[in-house]
């Protein structure tokens, strides 16, 4: 069974810094692509990063620069980095199996205020 866990998110202030974790069971990680997704109030979820096994990342243009996602094999675990967070970036950020969302996690809310 494949199952994800995402930390927890938080409120944070525009500008700030926050990092996300998501540890992974019931797939062979080291081998699978992996990403985070997120959906605002009202809008449809979108696709934010994917890390593939070896390394090479993919980011939306909106957070290029800005946040970095980056993985620990050893540990099972992809990270997503937010730094010079907006209010637009707030959100439930989900983690997920693949940069098209194979598995998904439930998802942890990430508010950033004025």
């Known amino acids: 069974q494949v199952r994800l866990v995402e930390s927890r998110g938080g409120l944070v202030q525009a500008g700030g810094s926050l990092r996300l974790s998501c540890v992974a069971s019931?797939?062979?990680?080291?081998?699978?692509?992996m990403g985070w997704h997120r959906q605002a109030p009202g809008k449809q979820r979108e696709f934010v990063a994917s890390?593939?096994?070896?390394?090479?990342?993919k980011y939306v243009d909106s957070v290029k620069g800005r946040f970095t996602i980056s993985r620990d094999n050893v540990k099972k675990t992809v990270y997503l980095d937010m730094n010079s967070l907006k209010i637009e970036d707030t959100a439930v950020y989900y983690c997920t199996v693949g940069s098209s969302g194979d598995y998904w996690g439930q998802g942890t809310q990430v508010t950033v205020s004025s």
């Open positions: 890390i593939t096994s070896g390394g090479i990342t």
């Open positions: 019931g797939i062979v990680f080291s081998i699978r692509t």
